[in-house]
């Protein structure tokens, strides 16, 4: 059977730089450009949805905790049941976190990105279409790099390296700055008796939402450059509810910290990434949208909590 799609894909935006890099590995070797359900091609066009079964030769699913819970991967998700009792086979899971899956995708066939890296990822991804069916082409050969004469003995030194990028470190933090002021004007219009407060310090930005706290902390390494440098962020709970300012962090406690390096070859290719084996890339504003969003499923569940005792 013939399919409009040989790979359609289900993430959250937030994973919009990870799909990118994926259907990058894995463009050149199918029929079809891969698509991510619910976003428009490069070129613009809208497409039908493509998770159903009759559309595409297999749906990979990127898991996290995040999946499921926006209103894109939560319809996903419904389509994606009625294709595993139609075909079963041509669903598989790139797991992103330890989050359990579903019960109703635990059949499907898995590969664990952290401990694989996105090549390996790929050809799992390449070997589930071929295993439904597809024609998946031979890899591309690597044309050797030409070499070209410099003015420097050792080569110029990178972006990362260069003053300028501390220039982009600090653009990147007010851009976060004013998308989580953003954020929280949204939250104070729908909840006027809450507490939604910005805290900006130098390369340090605290966002307090209620009981909840997110810090975003530039932490400098042993040299000045930026590529020697992380971004540490931190969730906290329990933030002191009569007090206002920095200091209701001090009660709070870390349930939740993450640290992530820069990667770039110009300002406009600015990257964070998740500092682990095969971490996972951020543009600031996916960044941002992950912990946000983290920290509100997690209120919802300490709220279910507390009603429940």
Not at 78 to 97: F, I, K
């Amino acid at each position: 059977m013939t399919y409009p799609y040989d790979l359609a894909i289900s993430a959250v935006p937030s994973d919009a730089v990870l799909v990118t890099e994926l259907c990058a590995e894995l463009a050149a070797r199918l029929s079809t450009e891969p698509v991510w359900e619910g976003h428009v091609t490069p070129d613009g066009t809208e497409l039908p949805a493509t998770l159903v079964a009759d559309q595409s030769r297999v749906a990979v699913v990127l898991h996290q905790r995040l999946w499921q819970h926006d209103t894109c991967t939560s319809t996903d998700a419904t389509t994606l049941r009625q294709r595993m009792r139609q075909r079963p086979g041509s669903v598989c899971v790139l797991l992103l976190d330890d989050t359990p899956v579903p019960a109703w995708l635990a059949n499907a066939k898995r590969c664990d990105l952290n401990a694989e890296g996105l090549e390996n990822a790929a050809m799992f991804a390449l070997d589930a279409v071929a295993s439904c069916g597809g024609t998946v082409g031979s890899a591309p050969r690597q044309a050797g790099a030409a070499e070209s004469p410099s003015r420097w003995p050792e080569g110029p030194p990178s972006f990362l390296g260069q003053p300028r990028a501390h220039s982009t470190l600090r653009h990147e933090l007010d851009d976060l700055a004013t998308a989580i002021e953003s954020h929280l004007g949204q939250r104070r219009a729908l909840r006027p008796d809450g507490v939604f407060e910005l805290h900006a310090l130098p390369f340090r930005l605290i966002a307090r939402l209620d009981d909840v706290g997110i810090s975003f902390s530039w932490v400098a390494g042993r040299t000045a450059a930026v590529s020697d440098g992380w971004l540490l962020v931190i969730e906290w709970r329990g933030v002191a509810p009569e007090t206002r300012g920095v200091g209701a962090l001090k009660s709070a406690r870390p349930v939740r910290e993450r640290a992530y390096r820069v990667e770039g070859s110009d300002p406009a290719h600015w990257r964070w990434r998740v500092d682990e084996p095969n971490g996972r890339g951020y543009s600031s504003a996916n960044l941002l949208a992950e912990w946000l969003a983290g920290a509100a499923i997690a209120s919802v569940a300490d709220g279910r909590i507390r009603s429940y005792h």
